[in-house]
């Protein structure tokens, strides 16, 4: 059996955590802990036994490694939220830029007194690129302060309605944020400095591997937009030729508009596709094995591993990330610039708002809210905070659903056909991971836990690895199996090690399944 050991606010995650009582070291592989210290728990556990190990700070400075029982400890507060915080900052200056670009071009092409709208759009571009050097102070400016100076910058967009109206809830979004963060008691987050030099070895450096696919990433997206390109000329031709009523079109503009969305389509589909964990553990399992250290197979194995790590995967999807952005881009200014240049009666109104639907116009907006939602969740720490990630990132969810929907005739034609795929897959990834691999979903993190009986990367039941800089190796087997009091903790009572921890049971080869009343 496999279960996670409890924390009275959530799982045990990696982390700094603070001692709520002293603790007296009894053996070699042990630390003592005074009330107050803090400690770093760098492994997560996934075991029954009250005892964690972790890195904590000398008085002369060295680094000290042992164990300490789990109920001994409370997590600290390390700038999560603020982290968050950071990001919609990050991602309310882009958006904010953007949206009074086109309330200013969207005035001057539109409005026969475009006086005041022009002046906003220009007035949201300056305020919303300020945000950059209120970005760069952020340590020492209170999370209020920044809501007050985003507020600020949304003000432009929100009197630019109606193009305006979607950035400006982007800012308020981002300022909501902050005021969280103002009422947490949440520390500071200091981003990391950028550095370029990093960025550019780390794409010289890269593995063949890595450069064959990025070379086949490009070249999938340029013939896919190719095909778009073909399809929107054909619709462009179909509107303008119609029987009834007429619509014209710029041919190239509305051609480029296509040829971006169905770049958007194809890369949200390799998404979803790269997302099913149960067929990346059957193409693991494929190469599992004892190969010879020299044999062609021992280095597949050990790159196919490489490739569906999980940091890996965070890497892919977030390359993806940055490519459907770049795409999403190109696709509204194009289709703005097909909206410019439909005829004085701008017969792009006339095809997708007079109708009565104007699907695409406000189906839009809210993906441009979505967007911004879902790229502030990459700000997220996955491991210290999965259920508040989980929930943000289900916007990933409200996007696929407004995108079906993101059409002239409401239903957009082409995208259910992209998503039926991903979601057949879906479906049998699923039958995969809950009959061949026996997972279960431990609802406490929203994490997918695989049973005992079969492990990819030991290929064998238990034997937790937690050598942390060279210091011990733990051996689930053979090494600190304990037995514990039968008395059970008591939240409410002292810390008495003579009843929590009994020194002559401590290390007894056999284990009881015996829970502590909190920790379960």
Same mark, same amino acid.
């Given at each position: 059996m496999s279960a996670n050991l409890q924390l009275d606010n959530g799982p045990l995650v990696p982390g700094k955590y603070i001692a709520v009582a002293a /603790? *007296?070291?009894t053996e070699d592989t042990q630390v003592s802990l005074t009330e107050g210290q803090t400690v770093t728990v760098s492994v997560k556990v996934k075991e029954e036994r009250g005892w964690v190990y972790v890195e904590r700070t000398a008085i002369n400075g060295q680094k000290e490694f042992g164990y300490v029982p789990l109920n001994y400890l409370k997590k600290a507060a390390e700038g999560d939220l603020d982290r968050w915080a950071y990001g919609c900052e990050v991602v309310a200056c882009f958006i904010g830029v953007f949206s009074g670009m086109f309330v200013l071009l969207y005035a001057s092409a539109e409005k026969l007194n475009p006086d005041l709208d022009i002046a906003m759009g220009a007035m949201g571009i300056i305020f919303s690129s300020l945000l950059m050097i209120m970005i760069f102070f952020r340590k020492s400016i209170e999370p209020h302060y920044r809501a007050g100076c985003i507020m600020a910058a949304a003000i432009p967009s929100l009197i630019g309605f109606p193009i305006g109206l979607w950035g400006a809830i982007v800012l308020f979004m981002a300022a909501g944020v902050e005021l969280m963060v103002w009422q947490s008691d949440d520390t500071k987050y200091t981003p990391p400095p950028m550095d370029f030099s990093k960025m550019i070895e780390g794409i010289f &450096? &890269? &593995?063949f591997v890595a450069i064959f696919f990025f070379v086949f990433w490009i070249a999938a997206n340029i013939g896919i937009f190719i095909w778009g390109l073909e399809y929107g000329? *054909? !619709?462009?031709q179909e509107w303008a030729s119609q029987e009834g009523e007429q619509y014209i079109l710029g041919e190239d503009e509305w051609s480029f508009t296509q040829g971006m969305a169905q770049c958007i389509? #194809? =890369?949200l589909a390799m998404m979803l596709i790269l997302a099913l964990q149960g067929f990346q553990?059957?193409?693991t399992a494929l190469f599992n094995g004892n190969h010879d250290r020299n044999s062609f197979m021992f280095k597949m =194995?050990?790159?196919v591993s490489s490739a569906f790590s999980r940091d890996s995967m965070i890497s892919v999807h977030r390359f993806i990330a940055f490519s459907l952005l770049i795409c999403s881009t190109f696709h509204v200014m194009g289709a703005f610039t097909a909206f410019? *240049?439909?005829?004085?009666?701008?017969? #792009?109104? !006339?095809? /997708?708002?007079?109708?009565?639907?104007? &699907?695409p116009t406000y189906t839009g907006g809210v993906l441009v809210v979505l967007i911004a939602v879902i790229m502030s969740s990459a700000y997220i720490d996955y491991e210290r905070r999965r259920a508040h990630f989980a929930y943000v990132h289900m916007a990933a969810v409200a996007f696929i659903l407004v995108l079906v929907l993101h059409g002239k005739d409401v239903f957009a034609p082409n995208v259910w056909k992209w998503l039926l795929g991903p979601f057949l897959l879906f479906l049998l990834d699923k039958a995969f991971r809950y009959g061949v691999f026996g997972v279960r =979903?431990?609802?406490e993190d929203g994490a997918y836990v695989q049973q005992d009986q079969y492990d990819f990367n030991t290929q064998q039941q238990g034997n937790y690895d937690y050598n942390q800089q060279g210091q011990q190796q733990y051996d689930q087997n053979a090494e600190y199996n304990q037995q514990y009091s039968n008395q059970q903790y008591d939240p409410n009572a002292q810390y008495d090690q003579n009843a929590q921890y009994d020194q002559n049971a401590q290390y007894d080869a056999q284990y009881n399944q015996q829970q502590y009343n909190n920790g379960y």
């Open positions: /603790f *007296n070291a &450096s &890269s &593995s000329k *054909n !619709r462009q389509m #194809f =890369q553990w059957v193409i =194995q050990a790159a410019e *240049n439909s005829g004085p009666t701008k017969d #792009f109104d !006339r095809l /997708f708002e007079e109708s009565g639907k104007g &699907s =979903q431990v609802e």
